[in-house]
């Protein structure tokens, strides 16, 4: 897929991973020794609600929000503000049905510069509102704010000694602190995330530090059925119709070559939005997904609101054909010469030099690319399939879901 105008989260990571099994005693978990894993458990069966704040540089705002379960089984909302430069930004997530929605709601060069900010940016040729089927790479943009999910992050950031924190309300607690990486929420790199945890397993403060940002929350639990919340429209889920983009001139072959017994050939054009249109062809014949132009072609419109070059590096053309056992994934980079880093479903690493500006892989479906880093001069970009977001993720299926039918992001700087 590719963007217009947002940089798509791909995301992040773990609001649906699979948690490390844990043994505990039959009489259950002591309040000594207490894994997160029996917290994220209790978490993910409860009802509650939470209310915090985000203080940046630039002031403190407030949140509120209730919940039940996790991203991929419960419901929830969260609304509130966050402070930037420019100006504030609204925030208004919610999930139901394995669902996370998320408002855009973000304007201004400078708000927009922040991963928050591309991720909600309004624009004419956006959808008021983001949607996507979870695990997918914006449920992180959303699990600080679902305790369960949050809980979990924490638990995959390694096991660290709990220590003595303080009373709540006459509840002895323990906090639980870990540095966690990668995406989440407002932030790209690394923070540090920490909760307080009662006796029975239950989160009744969060907390996580990055850089001059400090979201804050408390939690507190409820009886009966899961909160009400009000989904988003069909029609608000809607991109705005424009007239579809097709090649404008004649194509160009950009590169060829041969690998897995395929000789393929990528071409591009112009096309009449402004933007560019890729073909794939190759034999024997792979499907591309989602051609938006006869069956082999994919035209995208102009990248707008795009601050890092970066930004514009995508998976352009995918293609597959699951009875030959054959996958191609193409890549378009801004500038020459490139580290790349490679990492497979079947758990294979690779590393590589290009010195072109478009990377092209053919492979086999049982043993499918699905991570990509592209490096040089102290920059990078990470590209993963579905939920996939480090070389790690790569032969995690819980995380790759389809690769019959790969869904690529791409961050810069991860």
């Not at 880093?373 to 995690?396: H, K, M, N, P, W």
Request: aromatic share 6%; net charge negative; charged share 20%.
């Amino acid at each position: 897929m590719h963007r217009t105008g947002i940089r798509r989260a791909a995301v992040a990571c773990a609001a649906a991973l699979a948690l490390v099994s844990c043994s505990s005693d039959p009489g259950g978990p002591s309040f000594a020794d207490h894994p997160l894993e029996a917290v994220v458990a209790a978490m993910r069966n409860s009802t509650g609600a939470i209310s915090g704040s985000i203080e940046t540089a630039e002031g403190t705002t407030d949140f509120a929000g209730s919940w039940s379960g996790d991203l991929a089984t419960g419901q929830g909302f969260v609304r509130g503000t966050i402070q930037h430069a420019a100006g504030p930004v609204d925030i208004d997530f919610r999930w139901s049905g394995g669902v996370v929605y998320l408002r855009r709601s973000a304007e201004g060069t400078d708000v927009t510069t922040s991963p928050l900010g591309q991720l909600l940016l309004k624009s004419a040729t956006a959808a008021p509102w983001l949607s996507a089927s979870t695990p997918s790479s914006i449920d992180a943009v959303v699990a600080l704010f679902s305790p369960a999910d949050f809980v979990a992050r924490l638990d995959l950031a390694g096991i660290v000694d709990p220590t003595e924190g303080p009373d709540i309300d006459g509840a002895s607690t323990q906090r639980h602190r870990r540095t966690l990486n990668g995406w989440l929420f407002d932030w790209v790199g690394p923070h540090t995330g920490e909760v307080l945890v009662d006796q029975d397993d239950r989160v009744l403060r969060a907390r996580v530090e990055a850089g001059d940002v400090t979201v804050d929350y408390e939690v507190s639990y409820a009886t009966g059925g899961p909160p009400a919340v009000e989904l988003p429209s069909a029609e608000e889920l809607v991109t705005p119709t424009t007239q579809p983009a097709k090649p404008d001139d004649e194509f160009v072959t950009i590169r060829d070559g041969v690998g897995q017994g395929v000789s393929w050939t990528l071409s591009s054009a112009p096309s009449t939005s402004g933007g560019v249109c890729w073909r794939w062809e190759s034999t024997p014949a792979l499907e591309v997904i989602a051609p938006n132009v006869g069956a082999a072609t994919r035209c995208y419109p102009p990248a707008e609101n795009i601050y890092d070059p970066l930004e514009t590096v995508d998976a352009v053309v995918v293609a597959t054909s699951a009875e030959l056992d054959l996958t191609a994934s193409a890549f378009v980079l801004p500038e020459l010469g490139w580290d790349v880093t490679l990492g497979y479903v079947d758990g294979r690493r690779d590393r590589r030099r290009i010195e072109t500006a478009v990377f092209v892989e053919v492979g086999t479906l049982t043993s499918a690319l699905t991570f990509v880093e592209f490096a040089r001069d102290g920059q990078s970009v990470s590209c993963g399939v579905g939920a996939v977001l480090t070389i790690g993720d790569a032969s995690d299926d819980q995380l790759v879901r389809d690769v019959t039918r790969p869904l690529w992001s791409c961050i810069p700087g991860l």
